[in-house]
Nanobody
């Protein structure tokens, strides 16, 4: 069973930066695409970024493109989300997710079988 643990969320001022990490264990990390999703209070969980198993292909939600960067280190079973130029509307609980058998970068939430517990990001204005 794959387990994912996120870290790095905190309170930050608008315009600031954060780097989220997602540590994976219990499975073959390098076989899975990884994704980041976020959920604001009272709203649905939405796609933020995804990266294929090799790390060469990425995709982003339009709202974060150019500000966020997803990456992965398969030697350390870890995925990262670098977030720059943060805005108050980026405030949400951020979840890391991994696919089961899907190797390509995918925006479809239904392709993600494993989820972390989430890390809170709060951006103050």
């Amino acid at each position: 069973q794959v387990q994912l643990v996120e870290s790095g969320g905190r309170l930050v001022q608008a315009g600031g930066s954060l780097r989220l990490s997602c540590a994976a264990s219990g499975g073959t990390f390098s076989n899975s695409a990884m994704g980041w999703f976020r959920q604001a209070p009272g709203k649905e969980r939405v796609f933020v970024a995804t990266i294929g198993r090799s790390g060469s292909v990425t995709n982003y939600a339009g709202s974060v493109k150019g500000r966020f960067t997803i990456s992965r280190d398969n030697t350390k079973n870890t995925s990262f989300l670098q977030m720059n130029s943060l805005k108050p509307e980026d405030t949400a609980l951020y979840y890391c997710a991994a696919t089961n058998g899907v190797a390509w970068a995918t925006t479809n939430i239904l392709n993600y079988a494993y989820w972390g517990q989430g890390t809170q990001v709060t951006v103050s204005s």
